[in-house]
């Protein structure tokens, strides 16, 4: 992802509902509503100055119309994590909650790190096509496993059938899923490439490679220290004194995370270099949870080096 060299001089911070945008402009100090159409924001993002810098919020897709009115109009974006800016204006010791503060917060907030920003760039239409069937396949499966739980609780012989019925719907949507993301992956070279320099990891077969592909498209792209942050594997130091604890994973994509724990699995397992690189962990006093998901971090950081190289050739 990009970071612009531009210094920026006027911030703006949107804060984006379904129906309007709440905007506020650290250049005049006022704070006005817009409709969230598109339109509106075509009229909004050319109106706007070239060195001013736009920040909102991923608000589950609601901003898609306003990144794109501002990418259209060569205004620079900056789309930030929600939780980071919530604890940007806990520092601030604001304890009021509305779309105006919130849009005074953001733009403040683009202010004082817009040097460090990532600017929003709009990422290849069938990447995001993968990611909502990706996305979709792992809402679906979720449920799958909620209603058999349910099915095999006890007293459950009354709606026995009618959960029968959901499971063979949600079985079949799943399948139809899957069909539709080998379809797409084998249309799209760069998506071909991509899934099949994954699966050549040992432990990562098509779901797993196509997940990936879709919930993390920088690969090949990042530094290995990046990749693993960026998956939510990188350890964070929790040193006090003489205290020393296990350092934690946070932070990042955690359904990156949640993909590759199968994987991790199947690694340890069959991957010589792998298997040996866990055991070794575990024998040296690691916790069997720490061990895998240090092997997780090294599927990630491979699979980007890896990705990096075909990129390369």
Known sequence: MHVSTTIPT????????????VVFDSRTGRTTKISNTGAALAR????????ALVICEATGGYEAVLLEALVTAGRPVHR?????VKAFIRSLGILGKSDAIDAC???RYGS???????????RDRQRDRLHLLVSTRRDLVRQRVAFRNRLQAPGMAPIEPRLSRILAALDAEIAGLDTDIDTLINACEPLRQTVSVLRSIAGIGQTTAAQLAALMPELGTLGRRQAAALAGLAPHPRQSGSNDAYR?????RPEIKQTLFMAALAAARHNPTLRDFYQRLKHNGKKPIVALIAVMRKIIVIANARIRDAQLS
Request: glycine content about 10%; charged content about 35%.
């Open 44 to 51: 909004f993002a050319a109106s706007l100055d070239p060195d």
């Open 105 to 107: 917060a953001l733009a």
């Open 248 to 252: 934690r994973t946070r932070g990042g």
């Open 10 to 21: 006027c911030f703006v911070g949107c804060d984006v509902g379904k129906v309007e945008i």
């Open 80 to 84: 930030a994590d929600a939780r980071k």
């Open 112 to 122: 004082e790190r817009h040097d460090r920003l990532a600017r929003w760039q709009p």
